[in-house]
């Protein structure tokens, strides 16, 4: 589906079919932009403009389910549209995790997963294309809402793993950006797991990041 999309004020951007219809609408909130599409019932938050104008295209693509066409797109709308499949990827992921038995925990934009049975765990970030600094030489979003998704973890008994600069514990970088840090379950099912079993649920957390 074409859109066109017009600035109504500031931090206020709607889109428009062919026939002047509203299709969708991406308004700032705070650092974030929230992303509205006809026919859609939920509200998308991401880090830029251009980013929520490629959700909404992708959401109305898939409502009119075109026959498959080639399409040219300029570099940064197919930088977006690879971060959106790379979220789709990340929540088939955590489907398969379960499977095995872990746990994922929702801290939207963040996901942990945990395995309660080794005591070992992973919290995964959002891209880093998506992260914002929120004052000259301090915390970015990222670390804001990092430290709130630790907060909501602690009442569970899951806590982050300290690395060797005091800070937390990196357990490495995926691909499309998104930081991997190590957690462990205090209270896990296995008094005293065994090395191997340690290493075996972190290459399977490692793996559930994308790593």
């Known amino acids: 589906m074409e859109i066109t999309w017009a600035k109504e004020a500031a931090g206020s951007y709607f889109a428009t079919d062919k026939s002047g219809q509203v299709m969708a609408t991406?308004?700032?909130?705070?650092?974030?932009?929230?992303?509205?599409?006809?026919?859609?019932?939920?509200?998308?938050?991401?880090?830029?403009?251009?980013?929520?104008?490629?959700?909404?295209?992708r959401v109305l693509a898939e409502q009119v389910k075109p026959e498959p066409v080639v399409r040219y797109i300029d570099e940064q709308s197919a930088q977006g549209l690879a971060e959106w499949e790379?979220?789709?990827?990340?929540?088939?992921?955590?489907?398969?995790v379960e499977a095995l038995?872990?746990?994922?925990?929702?801290?939207?934009?963040?996901?942990?997963?945990?395995?309660?049975?080794?005591g070992t765990g992973v919290l995964i970030s959002p891209p880093a294309s998506e992260d914002v600094t929120l004052s000259e030489g301090g915390a970015s979003l990222h670390d804001s809402l990092c430290a709130d998704a630790l907060r909501r973890l602690a009442p569970l008994g899951v806590e982050a793993l300290e690395g060797e600069d005091g800070g937390l514990s990196l357990e490495g970088v995926t691909d499309d950006g998104r930081k991997v840090f190590s957690l462990y379950v205090s209270d896990c099912i296995t008094?005293?797991?065994?090395?191997?079993?340690?290493?075996?649920?972190?290459?399977?957390?490692?793996?559930a990041a994308g790593l």
């Open 86 to 96: 790379a979220d789709q990827r990340a929540e088939s992921r955590a489907v398969e």
């Open 191 to 207: 008094t005293e797991p065994d090395f191997e079993e340690v290493a075996v649920s972190i290459e399977a957390l490692r793996e």
């Open 101 to 118: 038995g872990m746990q994922t925990i929702d801290l939207h934009p963040f996901v942990a997963v945990v395995d309660v049975i080794a």
């Open 26 to 57: 991406a308004r700032k909130d705070g650092n974030l932009w929230a992303v509205e599409v006809a026919h859609d019932n939920r509200v998308r938050q991401v880090g830029t403009y251009r980013l929520a104008k490629d959700v909404a295209a």
